[in-house]
């Protein structure tokens, strides 16, 4: 269970992240494979391609997808849209027992909120070496000084969720000068 160990100070390996199978391997690609069906949402709306889900209790209880330049909200990241989605479904803000699935690592304001929640359990796709706040630029989400932290397994699904991403941009570039900067990464991510 390698991957559930707390990071040390700095970024640990992504090999760390995914290095052990695990008996939940099945059941986090499934509901991955959910979060990218959000993705592809996203990326119909002209949005960078990330999806969120949040699960309890083996459902799903909330489903978002990136809305940056949608609602031209800076903060309109999937996993804060399926994280209020959640609380208001759940009736709590306090996301206990819930396991977000994102396809990409979060950002650091993803993460703050991650933590700021409650959730149990963080399952995410691609790594996100420009911003990244779960084991690539830094490590929010297991911060030995914060008071919640929750488990946290990278790269599942990666392929997927980076191809997605890598499409978008590639279809962007090919597209010439966009709003990019508005959305939610620079550049590749
Ligand atoms: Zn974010």
């Known amino acids: 269970m390698g991957q559930r160990v707390p990071a040390a100070d700095g970024a640990p390996s992504h090999s760390l992240l995914n290095e052990t199978p695990s008996g939940r391997d099945a059941t986090d ?26 699960v309890q209790a083996g459902s799903v209880v909330a489903r978002a997808g990136n809305r940056t330049i949608t609602d031209g909200d800076p903060t309109a990241h999937a ?54 706040m779960a084991g690539s630029v830094g490590d929010i989400l297991r911060h030995p000084r914060l008071n919640h932290r929750p488990q946290v397994v990278g790269g599942v699904l990666a392929a997927e969720a980076s191809l997605a991403l890598r499409d978008f941009f590639g279809g962007r570039r090919e597209g010439a000068a966009t709003a990019l900067e508005s959305g939610r990464a620079d550049g590749d991510p």
């Open 29 to 54: 690609a499934r509901w991955m494979a959910v979060a990218l069906e959000e993705a592809s949402a996203a990326a119909a709306l002209g949005e960078v391609p990330v999806g969120a889900v949040v």
């Open 79 to 132: 996993e804060v849209l399926a994280l209020r989605a959640a609380a208001a479904t759940i009736g709590d803000w306090r996301l206990t027992g819930c396991t977000l699935y994102v396809t990409l690592e979060p950002c650091a304001m993803c993460a703050g909120a991650i933590v700021l929640a409650r959730v149990d359990r963080v399952v995410y796709g691609a790594w996100d070496d420009k911003a990244g």
